[in-house]
């Protein structure tokens, strides 16, 4: 399987335009911080671990650019804060800045190796993520996936988002666990919602799957409740931007949609997110800050107006799966039972 780097560290921080994806592979040298939070906006980078890593050599960025351009503290510390606070849902951004610019005091080799480090403990926290996933579910779904082989099948998956290496710097999250279900020979087929309005799943997900050599069908959003209750679901993984203290777990928006569909067909829905995206310091999820996007991302497609000029937009990046529609938060360190009132906090 080709490997995907959504972001590297060479002379400077390098991120794979996600944007362009799938027509074109493009990578962007990032040397400002203007150049970064562009991107961070623009989701030309995206996904809660490749945020954080970005966020982390997003600070190195500043400091080499705060020396060619010979900004006092002040200034490199409010440049830094605009890096934070590109995505304020995302809690894997803040954190990934603020463990890098706790060394700032010890000079721009320090952040960088700090970066470093976060990157390459991301790289093995989702491989982790991927056998903690893989296991919990292959246990749980014993019975399910025993009663498939008499029926000359394998499990049905579906997914919302990207949560592949497109969103993370290793293996991925949710997609993760799918692709080492897919190699212990468990995964028939897996269900890519597209992800409207930004289409993260037709153009990234489908991507990474044909990539990995998983078969795949894409669905519409509003199509997967019916696919859920229709039968065609044995299970649903998805990721996370931010999990409460609770369980509480926000994702892109339409998860919500998802979840309730599970619990209604009495199907198993998991949320897979390493541990630095489990918040305890946010109680539930009604604390968690939600983003609110451009009114063009509904009204145009490529540029192109399909709605009326004056039309009002309610147009939210995520939303909250509370904690008892969640089988379990399946973390690098264990399989949370958020469902049964276990707290992570």
Not at 297 to 303: C, K, L, P, V, Y
């Amino acid at each position: 399987m080709r490997e995907i780097h959504a972001v590297a560290w060479s002379d400077c921080l390098t991120l794979l335009d996600q944007t362009m994806l799938p027509r074109e592979e493009k990578y962007l040298s990032i040397a400002t911080v203007d150049q970064l939070v562009e991107a961070i906006e623009k989701l030309r980078v995206r996904g809660a671990p490749a945020l954080g890593v970005a966020g982390a050599y997003g600070v190195v960025t500043a400091m080499l650019q705060a020396e060619a351009e010979n900004w006092d503290h002040e200034k490199l510390a409010q440049e830094v804060l605009r890096i934070r606070n590109a995505r304020p849902t995302a809690v894997n951004l803040a954190w990934g800045v603020d463990k890098a610019s706790s060394f700032i005091p010890d000079g721009i080799d320090a952040v960088l190796r700090e970066a470093q480090i976060i990157h390459a403990q991301d790289v093995e926290s989702n491989l982790q993520m991927a056998k903690n996933g893989a296991d919990y579910i292959e246990s749980l779904l014993a019975n399910r996936i025993d009663e498939l082989k008499k029926e000359n099948r394998k499990l049905r998956l579906l997914t919302h988002c990207n949560t592949g290496s497109l969103a993370a710097t290793g293996v991925g999250t949710a997609l993760g666990v799918i692709r080492e279900l897919s190699n212990r020979g468990l995964v028939e087929e897996v269900f890519a919602d597209e992800t409207r309005p930004l289409l993260q799943g037709s153009r990234l997900t489908a991507w990474e799957l044909e990539v990995s050599g998983i078969n795949y069908k894409i669905l519409p959003d509003s199509a997967a409740a019916f696919a859920i209750t229709s039968g065609l679901i044995d299970c649903a993984l998805v990721g996370a931007d931010r999990v409460a203290a609770n369980g509480d777990s926000a994702n892109k928006v339409g998860t919500l949609s998802v979840a309730l569909a599970c619990n209604y067909a009495q199907i198993p829905f998991f949320i897979i997110a390493p541990e630095s995206t489990v918040d305890r310091t946010t109680p539930t999820g009604k604390e968690i800050p939600i983003e609110m996007r451009r009114a063009k991302e509904i009204t145009q497609i490529n540029g192109v107006q399909i709605a009326p000029l004056n039309a009002q937009v309610f147009n939210p990046a995520f939303d909250v799966t509370p904690a008892e529609l969640i089988e379990a938060v399946i973390t690098d360190v264990k399989a949370y039972r958020v469902k049964t009132g276990e707290v992570l906090g």
